[in-house]
């Protein structure tokens, strides 16, 4: 039986081979991970999809700002494991992490993915025309969902890390 739940400090090495298996070695080089490098996930919205013990999914939100000042979180990667695609696992990862974004009061959710795929949970990219990313992107693959209305109204600009560093004293108690 699957369950969808809060990653955990023994889910670390599992995740990391599930997210080397989805996206190789490019992985490491995409403009969204500029935004996660040396940073925690946002607190509490690190998810794991589990089956027994086993990691088969994996979906994180990030803390970050645009540079005219709106905060959001940026979602990624969502993976699920080759031999458990197309169960609705990697939609479950989406809608809990967007259910407890917007629990968390937060506002809005920033994405580069396949704007087909993602329609579905209320991302477009009607409010990113005037974002930009650290480094090469896919216009048509920044995509936002506002959690609540108008909370990303006038965003624009280079989106930036913000949120936990990873390596600081509370990165140690949260690992």
């Excluded at 996206?23 to 490491?28: H, M, P």
């Excluded at 089956?51 to 700002?65: F, H, M, S, Y």
Aim: aromatic share 6%.
């Amino acid at each position: 039986m699957t369950i969808i739940r809060h990653e955990g400090p023994a889910d670390v090495d599992a995740r990391e081979a599930l997210l080397d298996q989805a996206f190789g070695e490019t992985r490491a080089r995409k403009a969204s991970e500029r935004l996660r490098e040396g940073r925690l996930p946002a607190e509490g919205l690190a998810f794991i999809a589990a089956d027994g013990k086993r990691v088969i999914g994996t979906a994180r939100l990030w803390n970050i700002a645009c540079e005219s000042g709106e905060a959001a979180l940026l979602l990624g990667p969502v993976a699920v494991a080759d031999d458990c695609r197309n169960r609705g696992i990697g939609a479950a990862l989406v809608r809990r992490a967007l259910r407890e974004a917007r629990r968390r009061d937060h506002g809005a959710v920033v994405l580069v993915g396949d704007a087909l795929y993602y329609d579905r949970f209320g991302f477009s990219i009607e409010k990113a025309g005037a974002l930009f990313m650290p480094g090469p992107f896919e216009r048509h693959r920044l995509l936002v969902r506002e959690l609540t209305a108008g909370a990303f109204a006038g965003a624009r600009g280079l989106l930036r890390a913000t949120g936990r560093i990873a390596g600081s004293a509370e990165s140690a108690i949260a690992a």
